[in-house]
């Protein structure tokens, strides 16, 4: 979980707004829990927005409004009615706890074509290997500048990315640094789990753009 300290706080036409006081991961669409603030902010909410400039409102259109004369960096914007309040300090934390779960472990071990005992070590490697898996696609396509669902795959690219990852991981059991582990006296061919056809189908790291 990543936990982020509260500076500013402020809330206009039903979409309330905190500062942080260090630049965050958070994305658009992701759930954060806001306490120690007070009652009006504190809650867990959807982002809405990450604005870069002081917030002012919104049009008749319900378009979000912003002052572009007045940047305002590190700020999460959620829907919360109440009565406005004027920006101020404010003390409190914003955290989230991304959770991805795009493939599971009866998908992986299909993928890997045998079958694992559920209980058994090499099950508990295998939910792990899945858990990181799931959790290092969603977040090296996060870096890359993709907003994704934590629980819908964007794609079968992204999917078939993710089992061969976890595949690689779970074969990588006992292996000492960039080879699988072998009892063979001949040794063994040097393993990568993050190859370029993951990297292609997974679409990072996407070049970025101005």
């Known amino acids: 979980m990543a936990t982020y300290t509260v500076t500013n706080k402020y809330l206009i036409d039903d979409f309330a707004v905190l ?30 927005a990450l604005p870069q400039y002081l917030f002012i409102g919104v049009d008749t259109e319900g378009d979000l409004l912003y002052d572009y004369q007045m940047p305002v960096a590190d700020q999460v914007l959620y829907a919360k009615v109440a009565n406005n309040v004027e920006r101020t300090a404010a003390s409190g934390t914003v955290s989230y706890d991304p959770v991805c779960t795009w493939v599971t472990a009866a998908q992986v071990a299909t993928y890997l074509g045998i079958n694992i005992p559920n209980p058994s070590d090499d099950y508990t490697l295998l939910t792990q290997s899945v858990s990181a898996g799931n959790q290092f696609a969603y977040r090296r396509r996060q870096e890359s500048g993709y907003i994704d669902s934590l629980t819908t795959s964007p794609g079968g690219d992204a999917t078939l990315g993710t089992l061969m990852y976890c595949a690689a991981l779970w074969r990588s059991r006992g292996s000492i640094e960039a080879t699988y582990a072998t009892f063979d006296g001949m040794g063994s061919a040097p393993q990568q789990s993050l190859t370029p056809i993951v990297k292609q189908l997974l679409g990072i790291p996407r070049p970025a753009v101005a």
């Open 19 to 48: 500062q942080l006081l260090t630049p965050s991961e958070i994305a658009v669409g992701q759930s954060i829990t806001v306490a120690g603030v007070d009652a009006t902010f504190n809650g867990t909410y959807s982002v809405r």
